[in-house]
C-alpha cells in the first residue's frame, strides 16, 4: 500500500508563493494520478488540480489557473504543488492524494498566511 | 460554474439508516461522473468509501454503499454506528482531468 508524507507547516507572507511536498513511498508515485486538495478553516474540500505523472499534463480548477503549478520528480518520488500571489484566504490545510478516485490521501500540511 | 450540492446536515439514530445526496446545479449525476464518497472525522484527513459510485474502498464496511438515486449521487449508512459521526463529502469527475467536490454533509449519530 503506497503511503503519504507531506512537507511540514509553512507560515507566509501575503504576495509570496508556498511550494508543498508529497513524498510517495511503498510505491511508484508515477503510477498513479496524483490530485492537490485543500481545506480552508471550517470549511470544506475544494479540488486545487491534478496531474497525470506518465504523461506530465497537468489540470487546474479555474479558480487556481494562473496561481498553482503541480509537478512531480520522478527520481524522488515526490509530487509538488507551488501556489503563488498567496492572500489571507488561502490559508488551509493542503492533502496531496492519489489514484482516480483519490483513494490514498496524505495527512495534509497547514499553509497560513499572514501579515 | 458547476456547483455540486449536499445537504448540509444530517442527524441518524445509532442502528438508523440515513441517504446522503450529491446532485448538480444543472443536469443529472450519471455513472459517467465516476462519484467517490469521504468521510472525514474532525481533525483527520478524509478517508475514500465508495469509488466509481458504488465500489467500496478496501476495508470499508458493508454498511456503506453507493449508488444513483434520480438524478443524485447517493451514499447510505446502513446500521449507523456511532463512530460514523463525520464530514461527508462527494467527488464528481467531469472530464478533461477536472473533479468537484460537493458541498459536505455532516453527520451526527445520537
Known amino acids: 500500500q503506497v503511503q503519504l508524507v507531506q512537507s511540514g507547516a509553512e507560515v507566509k507572507k501575503p504576495g509570496s508563493s508556498v511550494k508543498v511536498s508529497c513524498k510517495a513511498s511503498g510505491g511508484t508515485l508515477n503510477s498513479y494520478p496524483v490530485s492537490w486538495v485543500r481545506q480552508a478553516p471550517g470549511q470544506g474540500l475544494e479540488w486545487m488540480g491534478g496531474i497525470l505523472p506518465v504523461l506530465g499534463t497537468a489540470n487546474y480548477a479555474e479558480k487556481f489557473q494562473g496561481r498553482v503549478t503541480i509537478r512531480t520528480d520522478e527520481s524522488t518520488n515526490t509530487a509538488y504543488m507551488e501556489l503563488s500571489g498567496l492572500r489571507l484566504d488561502d490559508t488551509a490545510v493542503y492533502y496531496c492524494?492519489?489514484?482516480?478516485?483519490?483513494?490514498?490521501w496524505g495527512p495534509g500540511t497547514t499553509v497560513t498566511v499572514s501579515s | 460554474q458547476t456547483v455540486v450540492t449536499q445537504e448540509p446536515s444530517f442527524s441518524v439514530s445509532p442502528g438508523g439508516t440515513v441517504t446522503l445526496t450529491c446532485g448538480l446545479s444543472s443536469g443529472s449525476v450519471s455513472p459517467m461522473y465516476y462519484t467517490s464518497w469521504f468521510q472525514q472525522p474532525p481533525g483527520q484527513a478524509p478517508r475514500t468509501l465508495i469509488y466509481?459510485?458504488?465500489s467500496r474502498s478496501s476495508g470499508v464496511p458493508d454498511r456503506f454503499s453507493g449508488s444513483i438515486f434520480g438524478n443524485k449521487a447517493a451514499l447510505t449508512i446502513t446500521g449507523a454506528q456511532t463512530d460514523d459521526e463525520a464530514d461527508y463529502y462527494c467527488i464528481l469527475y467531469m472530464g478533461s482531468g477536472i473533479y468537484v467536490f460537493g458541498t459536505g454533509t455532516k453527520v451526527t449519530v445520537l
Open positions: 492524494a492519489i489514484g482516480e478516485s483519490l483513494d490514498v
Open positions: 466509481s459510485t458504488n
